[in-house]
């Protein structure tokens, strides 16, 4: 309610043209709640707003805004303000955001930024989508070996202003090889006259520029830092990683593997921001061949018709031995993938994890059997014959659902592919037609078709 009465008011102070007041009330205000504040406007009062703020304000307000937002306020400035806006965005906030425009505006914008912007930005351009150099940014503080404490924090004061960080500074040799790290609080707690190499810690742990960015944000998770530097493969310092960039990377990670396990092609727009058609190419694909492989569970059935005329009520329980097959496969998967994703699983560990699947599902398929026979000779007074043709099939679905929801996730990964793909609608097509070649077959034996 205070948050609706804040917006309120500056909404007030904006039609009123109350500019001055206004930029004193805004000064004041968190830059996200500022840009979550601008998603609610019109576009005429955004970008009046946005014009209002004085530069490195906006600035930091325009890197919290959507992406499409972004794209509308650049296009509506002048050649001028758009440049003075990209070079007052961290350097990595601005290559993320020439990523996603279109290449006339790019142009635009980068003919009119200041040569150390555009160098800055083409270097994070050229590393590979999703690595660690496309993520870093190049605003870091850097010191000598041999300076003392006392110039280590004149220097932070002349550079830290437009650093992302400066909590943690780089110790460099003239080669810019990273020799260690010294943190602010050990330069605060040291004496003026102490040399930075005494005092810096040397053993550090550097990310390569080439590392994907889901081994990144493990990185943070393991040693549960809040900057870590890259390096590239003669260990020279050419950016850092912040801690905030790790949360939008988890976020997008998990977005992804939700998508891909619900068979979904996966999408970096927001779904209220994704058009119909667009929503449609990303689904059809696998829907489609979901659809083609799921007709292998039609001719299994057409193969055994004549044995189904003679026991017509088997046809009855095929959708509950598909449906549960599909659902232990599920969870397998999910288990096991995560578990590859949080490292928490090797290759060393599969034969453990088959053995553990095997024991489960057991236990799973006796208790879901057992409680299944009761029902069918109690409530649907089947004869015994029948009902341990469906119990015994029931077992038999869920010991090779679990067995492939946990192996073919691992098998994916060791080809190279994202085990997200193996999941739930994967493996309940492959677990339907398995089941069903089981249930014909050992209703054959017990019920002689």
């Known amino acids: 309610m205070e948050e609706t009465n804040v917006f309120d008011e500056l909404l007030t102070l904006l039609e009123n043209k109350e500019y001055t007041k206004l930029r004193e009330s805004l000064s004041e205000h968190n830059d996200a709640d500022i840009a979550a504040w601008m998603e609610e406007l019109s576009e005429e009062h955004m970008l009046k707003l946005f014009r209002i703020l004085t530069k490195d304000q906006a600035a930091d307000v325009f890197s919290y805004l959507d992406v499409d937002l972004q794209q509308r306020i650049i296009g509506a400035m002048s050649d001028k303000e758009a440049a003075g806006i990209i070079d007052n965005l961290m350097a990595d906030d601005a290559a993320d955001l020439m990523e996603e425009m279109p290449a006339n505006i790019v142009k635009r914008i980068l003919s009119n930024a200041n040569a150390d912007t555009r160098r800055e930005i083409n270097n994070l351009l050229r590393y590979p989508e999703d690595s660690a150099g496309s993520i870093m940014t190049v605003e870091y503080v850097d010191l000598k070996e041999s300076s003392t404490v006392k110039e280590a924090i004149d220097r932070i004061r002349r550079v830290g202003v437009d650093s992302e960080t400066i909590n943690v500074c780089y110790v460099l040799d003239s080669g810019r090889h990273l020799l260690g790290t010294v943190a602010l609080r050990y330069l605060l707690l040291s004496d003026d006259d102490e040399i930075i190499g005494d005092i810096m810690h040397e053993n550090v742990v550097a990310l390569n520029t080439l590392m994907d960015q889901e081994e990144v944000a493990a990185q943070f998770k393991k040693y549960d830092f809040t900057t870590m530097p890259v390096v590239d493969n003669e260990n020279r310092l050419v950016g850092i990683i912040t801690v905030d960039d790790i949360v939008d990377i988890m976020e997008e990670e998990a977005t992804e593997d939700m998508e ?79 578990g590859l994703s949080l490292g928490e699983i090797e290759y060393s560990d599969v034969p453990g994890v088959i053995w553990k699947e095997v024991r489960v599902a057991v236990f799973c398929g006796l208790t879901l059997a057992a409680a299944n026979f009761v029902k069918l000779l109690v409530f649907d007074r089947l004869a015994i014959p029948v009902a341990l043709t469906i119990c015994l099939t029931l077992i038999s679905a869920v010991l090779m659902a679990m067995l492939i929801g946990c192996m073919l996730p691992v098998g994916a990964k060791r080809l190279g592919f994202d085990p997200a793909v193996m999941a739930s609608p994967f493996i309940t097509t492959i677990v339907d037609a398995l089941s069903l070649l089981a249930y014909f077959r050992i209703a054959t034996m017990i019920l002689h078709l």
Do not use: H
């Open 260 to 338: 891909k396990m619900a068979a979904i092609v996966p999408s970096d727009k927001a779904y209220m921001k994704t058009g119909v058609l667009e929503t449609y190419k990303k689904r059809i694909p696998w829907l489609l061949l979901l659809m083609v492989s799921a007709t292998f569970t039609g001719a299994i059935i057409k193969s055994f018709e004549d044995a189904l005329s003679v026991c017509a009520v088997l046809v009855a329980y095929i959708p509950m031995l598909m449906d549960t097959g599909g659902n232990a496969g599920g969870q397998a998967s999910v288990t096991v993938i995560r």
